[in-house]
């Protein structure tokens, strides 16, 4: 288990009941949108607003605990912070499947003359259920 605390904490921000709620919805969840981490967490704490999720849920992003995985016509789906990954992601259902980055794929992406710091690659297709579907 996390310890949100302990991760808030590392990334010179506060530890509050609201950024752990959020933290903990995310985590549950692995890629989760603004609207359904505000239903998730009202759960415990009814007069938590939405503003109080978008102010956080910026405020994570910038130190770092949080990441911002863009949709495609959809509302940015949230994760937490780890090494960095390929997502890949249905255009019919928007499920997100997350591929380790190898070895073999960072030196794919290394480019000339440029220093790669983080990598957040979004690939788009139909995942294997949806492929059934067709």
Do not use: W
């Amino acid at each position: 288990m996390t310890d949100y605390i302990e991760v808030l904490k590392k990334n010179d921000l506060k530890a509050t009941i609201q950024r752990t709620g959020i933290l903990k919805s995310i985590d549950n969840a692995g890629h989760i949108n603004i609207d359904d981490i505000y239903e998730d967490v009202k759960e415990n704490y009814p007069t938590l607003s939405l503003a109080t999720i978008y102010k956080n849920i910026i405020l994570m992003v910038k130190h770092g605990v949080i990441v911002e995985v863009p949709i495609n016509g959809e509302k940015s789906k949230y994760e937490l912070k780890k090494d960095d990954h390929i997502h890949l992601i249905c255009k019919s259902c928007g499920e997100i499947e997350d591929k380790e980055i190898t070895k073999e794929k960072k030196q794919i992406l290394a480019v000339e003359n440029f220093k790669l710091d983080t990598a957040q690659i979004n690939l788009y297709g139909l995942c294997k259920k949806c492929q059934s579907l067709i």
